[in-house]
């Protein structure tokens, strides 16, 4: 059984570009919520995605928008990135969207905004 | 009332120690706490949950204690080991969100002393 990966590990750009972030969720699993954690804080949910429709938003402005995919992988994009984007970035994927089914995390991706 | 306060942000012991990890929560619709590890590198691993019609959990080494009167729970982890040493996390979240949003507390990084 393969684990949550997301891609890539790191990546840095710059103030005002735009940026995809991947993630493969576990096998079996349909849903994948994305959460931001910045340095030293708690991770915060950003929004989840199930069967292919968000199902749930956190207090992020639009310009954090995200996709699933039919296989049930997802992407984040982030529009004019701004220095306090700068952050790990966690997908968890999870059967069914329901909240009290375990959220299994992947590594993360690690954004630096200059 | 969406917050979840942790306490406290770093915790010393030695091995064999009962480290305790307090989490506090306003928002009554709360009813599902789990608990999160992670290790530097790595995402967030569930460790335990707990609802609110039981007092106390264990599971293995790790026990969680809930109040429901004081909108409190606690993670203790008995006979603590040097490799128990990462960072913390308590979450909460309404069951009946069906979104699986997990608003987590600030973390705690615990170090246990050979």
């Known amino acids: 059984e393969t684990g949550v990966t997301q891609s890539p590990t790191h990546l840095i750009k710059t103030r005002g570009q735009q940026v995809t972030l991947r993630c493969s969720s576990q096998?079996?699993?349909?849903?994948v919520s994305w959460y931001q954690q910045a340095l030293g804080q708690g991770p915060q949910f950003i929004f989840q995605?199930?069967?292919?429709?968000?199902?749930g938003r956190g207090n992020f402005p639009p310009r954090f928008s995200g996709l699933q995919f039919p296989n049930y992988s997802s992407e984040l994009n982030v529009n004019a990135l701004e220095l306090d984007d700068s952050a790990l970035y966690l997908c968890?994927?999870?059967?069914?969207?329901?909240?009290?089914?375990?959220?299994?995390f992947g590594p993360g991706t690690r954004l630096t905004v200059l | 009332q969406q917050q979840v306060k942790q306490s406290p942000q770093s915790l010393i012991v030695q091995k064999g120690g009962i480290p305790i990890i307090n989490c506090a929560y306003e928002n009554t619709a709360f009813d599902y706490f789990p608990w999160y590890q992670q290790f530097p590198g790595k995402g967030p691993a569930l460790l335990i949950a707990i609802r609110p019609d039981v007092s106390e959990k264990k599971e293995g080494r790790f026990t969680i204690s809930f109040n429901k009167s004081a909108k409190q729970f606690s993670l203790h982890i008995m006979d603590s080991q040097p490799g128990d040493s990462a960072t913390y996390f308590c979450?909460?979240?309404?069951?009946?969100?069906?979104?699986?949003?997990?608003?987590f507390g600030q973390g705690t990084t615990l170090q246990v002393k050979p």
């Open positions: 979450a909460a979240t309404p069951i009946s969100s069906n979104t699986g949003k997990l608003i």
């Open positions: 968890a994927s999870s059967l069914e969207g329901l909240a009290d089914n375990e959220q299994f």
């Open positions: 096998s079996g699993h349909n849903t």
């Open positions: 995605y199930y069967r292919e429709e968000e199902n």
